[in-house]
């Protein structure tokens, strides 16, 4: 979020280090620097996002975890499914399993989990995927899941059975109705 009002000290601050990044940038960076100066020296305070627009609003540490259980819950459900048959894998419907990604439009929960994937080098299996749900479903979906993996986290069972993938798809199934 962008202040509203700047303490005297930390507009001093601010103008110290932009008067130092604007000796060592090139002219671009000097011209943009000096007009942080001069809306700090002045107190424009409708001027601020001039010179915070480079800065993104925190991502609460619960995006952060719900989007982390979701790629684990993930991990498991897709290691699950390599380990099952063929005809096993035919007889359930492994399509409303399949993770849709985040709506790109409607949160945070995209781009941390860009984040994740692409610049930590985490979750290999969705690297250089397309993962924009167009859906604001999706969270919900993940979220009815969650609910089925959380029960199978208690009793420490990391690998589903067929009967147990059923279950992640009843869930999603029963609240779309």
Known sequence: MIPE?????????LITQCKILSVFGDSTEKALNERRIE???????????????????????????????ILKMYSAINDSI?????????????SSLEFEGFDENSGMHYYMMSYLVD??????EYKG????????????KYNKMLNIHREFEQLERNKY???????F?????????
Request: proline fraction near 1%.
């Open 129 to 140: 995927r397309e993962l924009k749900s167009h859906s604001t479903r999706s969270l919900t």
């Open 169 to 177: 798809i009843d869930a999603v199934r029963n609240g779309s109705e």
């Open 82 to 94: 390599r380990l099952l048959s063929d005809s096993d894998k035919e007889a359930i419907d492994l």
């Open 5 to 13: 009002t700047i303490s005297l000290v930390e507009r001093q601050l």
């Open 161 to 167: 059975s067929l009967a147990d993938l059923q279950k």
């Open 119 to 124: 610049r930590m080098d985490e979750y290999h």
């Open 39 to 69: 809306i700090l020296e002045k107190g424009y305070t409708g001027l601020y996002q001039k010179v915070f627009n480079t800065l993104y609003e925190e991502v609460p540490i619960s995006v952060y975890e719900e989007v982390e259980s």
